[in-house]
């Protein structure tokens, strides 16, 4: 079995900084990518950023480039997402992803952390 635990988020204003992070355990044989998505009240859950394994190649969404930095720590499992320049559209549910092949082999899965709210005041 595989868990995603998030920490971090919080309260900001406006053009202050947040960080995040999601450490994965449990029975992981391979992560593939890691990343952050968001869900406002009402919205659709979004890609926010995402970097996969070795390589460590990074997809960000239009709306945070040059403000978000997501990074990870292979050797701890864990992915971290800085967030700068906060916006009160940045206020949401972050929840961290993971594509994961489990110790017993298989296929990769999808995996969810139980999500870490943002609140960003203006």
């Known amino acids: 079995q595989v868990q995603l635990v998030e920490s971090g988020g919080g309260l900001v204003q406006a053009g202050g900084s947040l960080s995040v992070s999601c450490a994965a355990s449990g029975s992981i044989g391979r992560i593939l990518a890691m990343g952050w998505y968001r869900q406002a009240p009402g919205e659709e859950r979004e890609l926010v950023a995402a970097i996969v394994s070795g390589g460590g190649a990074t997809n960000y969404a239009d709306s945070v480039k040059g403000r978000f930095t997501i990074s990870r720590d292979d050797a701890k499992n864990t992915v971290y997402l800085q967030m700068n320049s906060l916006k009160p559209e940045d206020a949401a549910v972050y929840y961290c992803?993971?594509?994961?092949?489990?110790?017993?082999?298989?296929?990769?899965?999808?995996?969810w952390g139980q999500g870490t709210q943002v609140t960003v005041s203006s």
């Open positions: 992803n993971a594509v994961i092949r489990a110790s017993g082999g298989g296929s990769f899965k999808n995996y």
